[in-house]
């Protein structure tokens, strides 16, 4: 099983920077892929922000943030990471990482795909 916690959540002006950091423990040698969605409170469906592979250098990212964050992972200290700049009012969520487990698959953007889920971040951006 693997454990999950996000940080760097907070209150930033629209056009200012944030970034997020999540931090796996456990049974991280599971892990093939992680992913930032964000809802807009709980109860609101989770869309799909960003997705690494753990071990390769390939991403993805919805046309929405593409261009502005990036995410990034530090295998070393098991952390992924997303910088979140130009940020907009509408990018004003929370942010969840997760972790997809299931070998033979391209990097996926589905929800359900990943889990092990942490608590989530609150990022605000006010205009």
């Known amino acids: 099983q693997v454990q999950l916690v996000e940080s760097g959540g907070g209150l930033v002006q629209a056009g200012g920077s944030l970034r997020l950091t999540c931090t796996a423990s456990g049974r991280t040698d599971s892990i093939y892929a992680m992913a930032w969605f964000r809802r807009e409170a709980p109860g609101k469906e989770y869309n799909f922000v960003a997705a690494t592979w753990w071990t390769g250098d390939i991403t993805s990212y919805s046309d929405s943030v593409k261009g502005r964050f990036t995410i990034s992972r530090d295998i070393a200290r098991n952390r992924v990471y997303l910088q979140m700049n130009s940020l907009k009012p509408e990018d004003t969520s929370i942010y969840y990482c997760?972790?997809?487990?299931?070998?033979?698959?391209?990097?996926?953007?589905?929800?359900?795909?990943?889990?092990?889920w942490g608590q989530g971040t609150q990022v605000t951006v006010s205009s």
């Open positions: 997760g972790v997809d487990r299931t070998p033979g698959y391209s990097l996926r953007d589905g929800f359900f795909a990943y889990d092990s």
